[in-house]
């Protein structure tokens, strides 16, 4: 289910501003002016009302953004290009290993599956699975610091591969089938291969691994970052945009155990399960694109809203400039308000004592009332607190920092 997303790879929703040309010129003084301090009292009834414009950091792809720009008869490609502009076309074809991290447990659980095995990493030997009346499920599991392998019927049994009592190394299980992991929670379905691997030289304990191809991780990637109902173009942007992100992820973590998660931290990935139709079809209609940055998998940050304008990335192509896709009727959260009461900021920082005032100190100067907030005071009859626009908008909540109380 799609979600506004407030971080890393975080989906952010929001309208582009539409400014006349008068509205245009007068923002070169509210630009001019960032650096003065914007001072907002409280008002008398104890809350102020913010009025703020996108959802998420703003850096790359708006997502509703690409929706807008599909709508009006972009192709995903065009819509690519106006996001990270300076990037180019490449192709990829590789694994890349998931972090699983609803599977708290030292333990990798599957379902019986049609041609499972188990492979031995430390001997390379691969040993296919008997068949065996009752069995519920196979499992990885610790003994010591060493795997041992083990099947399920009214009680847990110990097998043992090639005679072996233990895997020389880490174990990894696939099958002709997705392998449905059991985890604390519940169950979910993965394609690939299942790794249990060591967080660290002889530990006892193991992660959860899915080592799968990046357009069949794309597939369950999907459906949880952008309704998959949303124009094919859209779909398609998104497709792209994700496999890039991993390709990057994977990149910049070669040698750990696991190149990128499954959550917000990362991008949401839900497996076999949260696969669709027209997710799978934007895929296939992509399949192996990615975008590239001087002959490197491109940073291809987004988010579900620019609110109007795109702020200014880690990287040459997340530019700060106008979105003028952002704004659609489609779009919720291109602009909204929220209450915030003064005993609220006073009980989350009870330093300042009585808060008298904000007071906005620097903006990045993009857009209506100077942009996102970049510096904000909290005045007090005891003490001052100065946060960054990020933590302001963490602790309380917001749908982004482009916002004026």
Known sequence: MFRPRSGAVLVVLAVALTLSPGAAAGLSSVTSAVGSPQTYPVPAGGTFTLHGHGFGHGHGMSQYGAYGAARRGSSYRDILGFYYPGTSWGGVRRWVR?????DTSPDLVVSPAAGLQVRDLGSGMLYRLPVIAGVRRWRLNVDGNRTVLGYLTTRWHRYRPGGRAALVGEGLLNADTPLRLWTPSGSRAYRGVL????????????????????????????????????SIEAVKAQAVAARTYATWSRDQNLDRHWHICDTTACQVYGGVDAEQPRGDAAVTATARQILTYGGAAAFTQFSASSGGWLSAGSRPYLVAKRDPYDDHAANPVHDWTLPLTASRIERAYPRVGRLQRLQVTRRDGNGQRGGRVLEIVLDGRRANVTLSGDAFRSAFGLRSTWFTP
């Open 195 to 230: 790794l249990a691997a060591a967080p660290s030289p002889g530990s006892s304990d193991r992660h959860t691994v899915n080592v799968v191809t990046l357009d069949d991780y794309v597939r369950g990637v999907i459906p949880s970052e952008m309704p998959v109902s949303w």
């Open 98 to 102: 998931v972090l699983v991290t609803a």
